[in-house]
C-alpha cells in the first residue's frame, strides 16, 4: 500500500469510529444518570412539595415514560443537535448554558496548558541535557511530586495562603463583581479587552487568572516533565546523536536542532489529550477556585439532578475530546509515517 492511500485509509477508519465513540459517550451518561439515587422533581420542587406536583412534573419532563422510550426520545434530539432545555435555569435551552459558562473554561485551561507546557519542558530538558546531577535528581523529585498531588487540596492549600492569609490574589470569581466586564464578543475577558483595547480591563482578567491557573499549570506540568525528560534521554543516545557528536557539532547545537526536535513529537500527543480533557471539564479546579466555567456548572446540575444538562454538557466535552484525538492521530500520522503502517 502506497504512502497515500495509506493516511487515507487511516484517517477514514478514525473519522468512522467518530460517531460510533460519540454515541457510546451519549448512551452511557443517560444510563449512568438514570442509574443512580435521586430525583429530578424532589430536587427542582424540594422534598416537602406535594406528591401530586412532584407527579405532574415527572410527567411533563417525560420522567414517566418507560426507560427504552426516553432513551430513543433522547437519541432522536441528539440527531437533531438538539440538547433540550435546562430543568435549573428557568428553561434556557442547554446549548445557551453552553455558550454562557464554556469561554471561562476555555480560558482557564489555555493558561494553565501555557503554564504546564512552559514549565513542564523546561524542567524536563534541563534534567534530561545533565543526567546524574542535582538538576537531573530535581527533575525527577518535580515529575513525581506534580504527578501525584490531588488538585482540590493544592488549590485549597495555595488559598488559604496566597488569597485569605497574605491578599494577594482575589478569591473566588472570574473579574470584579464591582467592574463592569468588557463587551462580549467571544465570551473570553482576555480577548474582548484587546479588541476593545481596554489594557486595563486586561490587567484584570489576567490578575484573576493567574492563582487557578498557575495551580493547575504546575500540577500539569509534572505529565510533560516526566515525558520530555524521557525521551530526551533516549534522542540523546540515538545514533545520529553521536554521529554528530563526531563531526564536532556543539553539544548545545546538538541538544537544540537535533535531539530537542525529535523528543517532542510524543509530547503532541499528551499536549492535545490534556487540552481536551481540560475543556472537557476542568471540574475539580473550577469547584476549588468556585471558577464559573462549564464544569462547574456540571457540577450544580448533577447536584440538582439536572437531567438534559448534564446530558448535553457531558455530550459537549465528549465531541472536544473525541475529535482532538483524531486530530491529535492524523498529525502523529503525518509526522512519523511508522504510525499508518
Do not use: C
Not at 238 to 267: C, M, Q, W
Not at 281 to 289: D, K, N, Q, W
Request: aromatic residues 12%; hydrophobic residues 50%; charged residues 15%.
Amino acid at each position: 500500500m502506497s504512502r497515500s492511500r495509506a493516511l487515507q485509509y487511516y484517517i477514514f477508519v478514525r473519522l468512522l469510529l467518530a460517531p460510533l465513540m460519540l454515541l457510546t459517550i451519549a448512551s452511557l451518561v443517560f444510563l449512568l444518570l438514570r442509574a443512580t439515587p435521586g430525583d429530578p422533581a424532589d430536587a427542582i420542587l424540594g422534598t416537602r412539595a406535594p406528591e401530586s406536583a412532584k407527579i405532574a412534573l415527572r410527567e411533563q419532563l417525560g420522567l414517566t415514560k418507560p426507560l427504552i422510550v426516553q432513551y430513543f426520545d433522547y437519541l432522536g434530539n441528539l440527531f437533531q443537535f438538539d440538547l433540550g432545555s435546562s430543568l435549573t435555569s428557568r428553561g434556557l435551552p442547554v446549548w445557551d448554558v453552553i455558550q454562557q459558562y464554556f469561554p471561562a473554561t476555555v480560558e482557564l485551561a489555555f493558561f494553565s496548558m501555557v503554564v504546564a507546557v512552559t514549565v513542564g519542558i523546561g524542567v524536563g530538558a534541563i534534567a534530561a541535557s545533565q543526567p546524574g546531577t542535582i538538576f537531573d535528581i530535581f527533575g525527577r523529585l518535580f515529575g513525581i511530586i506534580t504527578y501525584s498531588l490531588p488538585l482540590f487540596w493544592v488549590g485549597m492549600v495555595l488559598q488559604l495562603i496566597f488569597a485569605v492569609q497574605l491578599g494577594w490574589f482575589p478569591l473566588g470569581t472570574r473579574f470584579p463583581i464591582n467592574v463592569t466586564p468588557p463587551p462580549n464578543v467571544t465570551g473570553l475577558y482576555t480577548i474582548d479587552s484587546l479588541l476593545t483595547g481596554n489594557i486595563e480591563l486586561l490587567g484584570t482578567t489576567l490578575y484573576y487568572l493567574i492563582l487557578p491557573s498557575v495551580t493547575l499549570g504546575i500540577l500539569l506540568s509534572g505529565i510533560f516533565e516526566r515525558i520530555v525528560r524521557v525521551n530526551l534521554k533516549q534522542t540523546l543516545k540515538a545514533d545520529y546523536v553521536e554521529a554528530a557528536r563526531a563531526r564536532g557539532i556543539p553539544e548545545k547545537t546538538i541538544l537544540i536542532s537535533h535531539a530537542f526536535k525529535n523528543a517532542l513529537i510524543p509530547v503532541i500527543t499528551v499536549l492535545g489529550l490534556t487540552f481536551a480533557a481540560l475543556l472537557g471539564g476542568a471540574v475539580l479546579t473550577e469547584v476549588t477556585f468556585s471558577w464559573p466555567g462549564l464544569g462547574n456548572r456540571l457540577y450544580e446540575a448533577i447536584s440538582l439532578r439536572d437531567y438534559p444538562t448534564v446530558q448535553g454538557i457531558m455530550v459537549f466535552f465528549g465531541i472536544i475530546v473525541v475529535f482532538a484525538s483524531i486530530a491529535i492521530d492524523l498529525i502523529n500520522a503525518y509526522i512519523d509515517p511508522r504510525i499508518r503502517y
